[in-house]
């Protein structure tokens, strides 16, 4: 799996379980709708650790609880 897809489905599970739509979570984590949608469509490659670190703020969460699911486990390093 690669990191943007790892990324991606974090947040896309993370939200599930707090109940929190993809627009909401752009809202809180000050990010546009637009930035959050290309993480989550995959068209943002490499997202930037302060982006992710937004979206943990809005979130809730620490990075260290963001990173530490078995997604990323077994990300492809092969770009």
């Known amino acids: 799996m690669t990191i943007s897809k790892a ?3 974090r ?3 993370i939200c599930k379980e707090k109940n929190i739509s ?8 000050f990010l546009t709708q637009s ?9 943002s ?9 937004r979206v943990c703020y809005g979130l809730e969460i620490s990075l260290e609880e963001f990173f530490s699911d078995e997604l990323f486990n077994d990300i492809d390093l092969n770009i």
């Open 7 to 9: 990324i991606s489905t």
């Open 11 to 13: 947040i896309l599970n």
């Open 22 to 29: 993809i627009n909401k979570l752009a809202n809180i984590s």
């Open 35 to 43: 930035t959050l949608q290309s993480i989550i469509s995959g068209d």
């Open 45 to 53: 490659g490499n997202p930037k650790l302060l982006t992710i670190y």
